[in-house]
């Protein structure tokens, strides 16, 4: 699997593109600035089989409607808390920035701690990490794991939010730092890749 990274413009929130050399279709961790995705999907050839969110601050989904423009039929992944989110300007918190969002897709696929098929043999693993938000999920792919916010290399996790919890925090990070294992990649919400050797 290839993982292409992108710093987004507002708050430097990272997204994420999924590829394999063996299927056009792409999968896309977070969604901020479209105009790169969208440039690197036209350079590939490639199409969208999903979004996958690992929570619903704005930073990390203010871009979905441009996409929507792109490709109508976006698939999001998230959990239930993170689909209320995406319809709530309060709960995403972008009605406190100058650019109040709610997400106009309706193709919300549901999250729970699962696995679920990317292509053919490759699966993701699933879990819950609420703290910094009550949304957030980690991805385990491979030894690839794309954690968001709750777990930033050498960053303390943000705990201030309405919909944060620091004792959860703190259980997430516990949880997240166990998978680390030698050989794995950490994708976070915000800064660059830790490879651990």
């Known amino acids: ?33 479209v105009s ?31 996409l929507l423009s792109y490709d109508s039929c976006v698939k999001v992944y998230t959990c239930r808390e993170g689909k209320s989110g995406l319809y709530s300007d309060k709960l995403n918190l972008s009605r406190y920035h100058d650019n109040p969002f709610v997400f106009r ?21 699933v879990y819950k990490t609420p703290g910094h938000d009550w949304s957030c999920l980690t991805y385990e792919i491979n030894k690839n794991l794309f954690t968001g916010d709750s777990y930033i290399p050498n960053r303390r996790v943000v705990t201030s939010f309405p919909q944060s919890d620091k004792k959860d925090a703190l259980k997430s990070l516990e949880r997240i730092t166990q998978m680390i294992k030698p050989g794995c990649k950490v994708w976070p919400g915000h800064g660059s890749v830790l490879t651990v050797v």
């Open 105 to 125: 897709g309706k193709d919300v696929r549901l999250l729970d701690e699962t696995s679920i098929s990317l292509w053919p043999g490759l699966e993701c693993r």
């Open 36 to 66: 790169n995705i969208v440039e690197w999907l036209k350079t590939k050839g490639k199409g969208i089989k999903g979004v996958l969110l690992t929570h619903t601050h704005f930073d990390h989904i203010y871009g979905l409607n441009d």
């Open 1 to 33: 699997m290839h993982v292409d990274v992108f710093v987004n413009s507002f708050y430097a929130s990272n997204t994420y593109i999924l590829s394999v050399d063996f299927d056009d279709g792409v999968w896309i961790v977070d969604v901020g600035d």
